[in-house]
């Protein structure tokens, strides 16, 4: 197909995106639904999710399918990496804005409230007693007491594995440049199996931090930035977990070679664009 355009590319006709429109679509009404406290909300999220699925599977396999059966060229494989390019930028800007929602609370609006700056006193309009501290969970301890995650406990635990997960994917990758099968393979199941560990970790964490700390999504301003950054990137490592398994049952199938292997590198650039977000989490979120 390649060759009758003049060497660039024409893809077929896909029914996918559509499919893809509509199960997410599905899934953003049933949790405006659920939210709203309306009927059917739950059942039309879970439609939705297997919809999406459905299509992730489908259009993913049809991707594997092309360049398997050597399809794609250069050109295909320049666009692939301009697009995953653009798309960890886009999950950079994601992330920027809920790093600077935590700067400009700790930052501006906490010491504003306290009394600081040109636009200080506020306290003298809406609470006495409100201290200008962080971690804050509002006037007079509005979101209840609660206790901060220890940093150099499960925090500083994830970081070690997040780290050496970042090592172990790029090890897999040497060995398959080189053309080595199985330390792309032994390499690709740690991380996998560290990536894994990480969400378990933070699951524990969570639960800690729910039944014992009194940490949560209502603990003020503090509490809602911390479940928010650390969700949000729990989100990422499991969408990046999935990648690399996926990876690692194409490599176990004997797909990629030295030269040609882009599924692999995007699932790379992806583990390490989440372990960068992880320091900056255990930086401004855990540890200052």
Partial sequence: MSEAHGGYYVPHGSRWPIVGSIGLTTLLIG?????????????MMIVGAIIVAFMMFGWFGTVIGESESGKYNNQVDRSFRYGMSWFIFSEVMFFAAFFGALFYARMFSVPWLGGEGAKGAAHE????????????????GLGGEFKIMDTWGIPALNTLILLSSAVTVTWAHWGLKKNNRAQLIVGLLVTVLLGFTFLGMQAHEYMEAYTHFNLTLHSGIYGTTFFMLTGFHGAHVTIGAIMLTVMLVRSLKGHFTPDHHFAFEA???YWHFVDVVWLGLFIFVYWL
Avoid: K, S, V, Y
């Avoid at 949790?31 to 059942?43: K, M, S, Y």
């Fill in 125 to 140: 309009f809406l609470w006495q007693q409100f201290a200008p501290a962080w971690p804050t969970n509002g006037p007079e």
């Fill in 31 to 43: 949790f405006a639904l659920l939210l709203e406290g309306r009927n059917f909300g739950h059942e």
């Fill in 267 to 269: 699932a790379a650039w």
